[in-house]
């Protein structure tokens, strides 16, 4: 625990105002200690943990871009390409005006260990900007997305970073920064982005991937309690691409959606919302529709400025949403309410509090690095179809994710086997991701 307990201190030191950051290495470095006790000194002979906490480079640059009104506007960008140990750096971009080097730095590290959780080989990196999409027009949303890229091209590459969609990017996204990288590359390499259209080289139920993954590993999770999804009952936060992957899936197979969520409240539905509503969710959002006309259309109640945390009944919490959304005091009341499960579809959507005020009354805690990595599994499959320059059936890619969030869900059990920590997904998740890193990392030599 000395180890581990220095390099935290050593990254708390180094990086004082990086919360998010200081958050995530803390939650993983400290549940790594089985691993580390058992094997202390090849660990520290290759300074492992030292160089997990510290990107291989954070990259920060201007982002001039033109408002309708013939105004110029600037942004910051980032990239942060955390770890290629294994494969070539994979996240998303986010932008978002809560943007800044603690997110995206936590959000690489964390992609590091979920993508080994895949078994394909992607290394862990992140991006995004403190640009707000909302209330911007189409034409200003092009303009960014192409000034966005004329820097960041530099960097990224099909077999060097392939970023991808998170918050605030989507297919719309993509596809204007594939344009703008194929211009000033004059060459079509369209393994540099995943989540792109159909019609350029993305692949079948990409946008789905992260909700359905999830909803997929939380079956494995049910199945080990003798429990399946019909009957639950599902409190959602997001009104996005991965609460509506998960509202679709979970709809299907007979659960019950009560919640959905926005930055501006959440809405309610008491008779649980309805395949055509968990459908409509994108098409709502690209139409502009308020989370009130939303609800009215849909037979749900909107409670503005609130989360449905700690306020509302429901077998299973899936925050779908953002970082820090389940705090300890709504940990407190969501167990009065009889939460079972909670299923992070967002990254790090809960504090280390919460998530261990859980564990200990007995709720069953779901990663964000094993529960959402659907969405990147997908992406590397999208890479493999573009080397290929094949396309894979919808069929196909969905048993292939199936597959994938099965093996996720193994690697954990047996991670908790090895370690003797019991049921403890989180821990499992970080022991799992760790093993295969660190080797590659060991194997590779010091660099
Ligand atoms: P979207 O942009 O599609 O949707 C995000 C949703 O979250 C929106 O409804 C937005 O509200 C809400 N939101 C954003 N910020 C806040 C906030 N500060 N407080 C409350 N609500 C907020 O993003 P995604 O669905 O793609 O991503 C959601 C989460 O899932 C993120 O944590 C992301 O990192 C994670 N994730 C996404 C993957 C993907 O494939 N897209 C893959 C793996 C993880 P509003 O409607 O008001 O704008």
Redesign the pocket.
């Known amino acids: 625990m000395d180890y581990i307990n220095q390099v935290i201190q050593s990254v708390k030191d180094k990086n004082p105002n990086e919360h998010e950051y200081i958050q995530a290495v803390s939650e993983v470095l400290l549940s790594l200690a089985p691993a580390i006790e058992k094997d202390q000194d090849l660990y520290k002979k290759n300074g492992i943990l030292e160089r997990l906490v510290e990107p291989d480079r954070c990259i920060s640059f201007r982002v001039c871009w033109v408002d309708d009104s013939g105004k110029p506007q600037v942004n910051r960008g980032y990239r942060v390409q955390f770890n290629n140990a294994i494969g070539p750096y994979k996240g998303?971009l986010?932008f978002?005006p809560?943007v800044n080097l603690s997110v995206i730095k936590f959000?690489a590290f964390e992609q590091t260990f979920k993508n080994s959780l895949t078994t394909l080989p992607m290394g862990g990196g992140k991006g995004g900007a403190d640009f707000d999409p909302?209330g911007k027009s189409d034409g200003e949303i092009m303009r960014f997305c192409q000034a966005f890229m004329t820097e960041l091209y530099r960097h990224i590459g099909p077999d060097i970073d392939v970023p991808?969609?998170?918050?605030?990017v989507?297919q719309r996204e993509v596809g204007y920064m594939f344009g703008q990288y194929k211009r000033i590359r004059g060459a079509y390499e369209n393994g540099v982005l995943t989540g792109k259209h159909l019609s350029f080289g993305g692949s079948f139920i990409r946008p789905e991937?992260?909700g359905y993954g999830a909803v997929y590993f939380l079956e494995q999770v049910l199945n080990h309690f003798n429990q399946n999804i019909k009957g639950l009952t599902f409190a959602l936060?997001?009104?996005?691409?991965?609460?509506w992957g998960s509202a679709k899936k979970i709809i299907e197979l007979g659960g019950k959606v009560v919640t959905l969520?926005?930055?501006?409240g959440y809405i309610y539905f008491e008779n649980g919302l309805s395949k055509e509503g968990a459908e409509d969710i994108i098409l709502a959002?690209q139409k502009g529709l308020t989370k009130q006309e939303f609800a009215d259309k849909f037979g749900g109640v909107f409670y503005k400025n609130q989360?449905p945390w700690g306020k509302v009944k429901a077998d299973v919490y899936m925050p779908?949403?953002?970082?820090n959304?389940i705090d300890l005091e709504q940990a407190i009341k969501a167990v009065q309410l009889g939460v079972k499960f909670v299923n992070e579809?967002?990254?790090m959507?809960t504090t280390n509090q919460a998530i261990d005020y859980f564990k200990d009354h007995g709720v069953i805690v779901c990663p964000?690095k094993a529960a959402?990595a659907g969405?990147?599994a997908v992406s590397g499959l999208e890479m493999s179809q573009n080397s290929q320059r094949l396309s894979w059936t919808k069929e196909e890619v969905d048993n292939k994710l199936k597959d994938i969030m099965r093996g996720i869900y193994n690697q954990l059990i047996d991670a908790a086997n090895e370690f003797g920590i019991g049921y403890d997904l989180c821990k499992a998740a970080n022991l799992a991701g760790f093993k295969k890193v660190s080797t590659a990392m060991i194997m590779q030599g010091i660099y």
């Open positions: 998303g986010r978002h809560s959000l909302r991808a969609g998170d918050i605030g989507s991937a992260t936060s997001g009104f996005g691409n991965v609460a969520s926005g930055q501006d959002r989360q779908c949403a953002t970082q959304e579809g967002a990254n959507p964000a959402n969405g990147v």
